[in-house]
Each structure stands twice: as structure tokens, then as C-alpha cells.
């Protein structure tokens, strides 16, 4: 299965600021999704990210909070902008491959003070 | 759209014994995709098993078994001979197989698994 590098694993971040997440994976992937986990909650997807295009948000989400970037079949990019108290949470990144399904990044633990 | 549910928030299993975690779902679709997945503390989500729904055959990984109740929308995860390894958050998980959704996973809201000496 894909090998995922995401970073950072973890980060506390000022409110106001933003932080942007990156995932590399070890192998060519069409789409990257990234998902968001509230504390003691599940997964939410944000969004899907295709190479070449713009990337398609889920409901209650937007560009101008979660902006992504594609720019090759191997990396993607998360910024969490402008961020609230509410941000707090585990983001992870996650691409599926044929017959393997799918891998997660080990999750970038965001706390916003 | 799809909905998955776990209306086991913790369960709690003695080492060696077996387990089995709940899970149902919605959909209106004949042929997806249905997973596990475990969350132990390092948050990292590993997959446990997947299940096609055109497989009328139960999936097995070693100690993990599935119950696929297609009719019902049933999708249980049995976990044998338990061991403090097992111990994690479980997410059961639903993926359709039309590829204008975008192949996304849609997540139960899981079910923590304690492990007892």
C-alpha cells in the first residue's frame, strides 16, 4: 500500500494565524482527500484534491479556510487559515490505491490558543 | 446520501476472549465498499478489513471477521482471541462505488475498544 508522509505532526498555533499541513506520498495517486477529526469525534472529509484542478469541497466547507493546493500526483498541501479555538483538531491527509484501498497520513494534531 | 451508524460508543472485552462491534448503514445503492478501521493512540487509522458488497462471502483477516448483512445493512466486525494490541477506536466505513461521488469514505462515529487483563 501508499506510504504517506505527512508534517507536522503536531503544532500550536496563535489565533488568527494559519498553518499549512503537507502530505507526500511515496507513489503516483490521482485524488487526495483530506479529512478533519474533531476531538472524540470521527472523520469528516474536507475535501478532495486532484491534480490539475481546483479541489472539491464537502458541505460546510470552503476555499478561503481550507485552501489546497495540488500541485503533482505525489503532494498536497492543507492550509487551515485564519484560525479559531474551533480549529483544534486532527487533520489527516488519505489517498486510495486500486486493490489496496486506502491509507491515512499519521494526522497533524492542531491546537489553536 | 449515505449514512453509517455505531451505536456502540466503548465496549469492553477480557484478552483472549471474542468481540464484536456493531455497525449499520443507509444507502441506496446495490454495490459499495464497506471497512474497518482502528485508531489507536498514535491516531493513526489502520485498516482492519474490507468487504465488497457484491461478495456474498463474509471477508476474514486472521483473528477479524465481518457478519455482512446486505439485506439488513448490517456490517459487524468480530475480533477472536482479543489481545491489549486490539485496544483502539474502530471506525466502520462506507465507500460507493460510483465514481461521481468521488470515491470519499463516509465514517460511523466510532466505537472505543478497551482491552482487559
Known amino acids: 500500500s501508499a506510504v504517506i508522509s505527512q508534517k507536522p505532526s503536531r503544532d500550536i498555533c496563535q489565533r488568527g494565524t494559519s498553518l499549512t499541513i503537507q502530505c507526500q506520498v511515496d507513489s503516483q495517486v490521482t485524488m487526495m482527500f483530506w479529512y478533519r477529526q474533531q476531538p472524540g469525534q470521527s472523520l469528516t472529509l474536507i475535501a478532495t484534491a486532484n491534480q490539475g484542478s481546483e479541489a472539491t469541497y464537502e458541505s460546510g466547507f470552503v476555499i478561503d479556510k481550507f485552501p489546497i493546493s495540488r500541485p503533482n500526483l505525489t503532494f498536497s498541501t492543507l492550509t487551515v487559515s485564519n484560525m479559531s479555538p474551533e480549529d483544534s483538531s486532527i487533520y489527516l491527509c488519505?489517498?486510495?490505491?486500486?486493490?489496496?484501498?486506502?491509507?491515512f497520513g499519521s494526522g497533524t494534531r492542531l491546537t489553536v490558543v | 446520501a449515505q449514512t453509517v451508524t455505531q451505536s456502540q460508543p466503548e465496549m469492553s472485552v477480557q484478552e483472549a476472549e471474542t468481540v464484536t462491534l456493531s455497525c449499520t448503514y443507509d444507502t441506496s445503492e446495490s454495490d459499495y465498499y464497506l471497512f474497518w478501521y482502528k485508531q489507536p493512540p498514535s491516531r493513526q487509522m489502520i485498516l482492519v478489513i474490507r468487504q465488497e458488497a457484491y461478495k456474498q462471502q463474509n471477508a476474514t483477516e486472521n483473528r477479524f471477521s465481518v457478519n455482512f448483512q446486505k439485506a439488513a445493512k448490517s456490517f459487524s466486525l468480530k475480533i477472536s482471541d482479543s489481545q491489549l494490541g486490539d485496544a483502539a477506536m474502530y471506525f466502520c466505513?462506507?465507500?460507493?462505488?460510483?465514481?461521481?461521488?468521488?470515491?470519499?469514505?463516509?465514517f460511523g462515529t466510532g466505537t472505543r475498544l478497551q482491552v482487559t487483563l
Open positions: 466505513a462506507y465507500r460507493s462505488v460510483n465514481t461521481g461521488t468521488a470515491s470519499k469514505l463516509t
Open positions: 488519505s489517498v486510495e490505491r486500486v486493490n489496496y484501498g486506502y491509507t
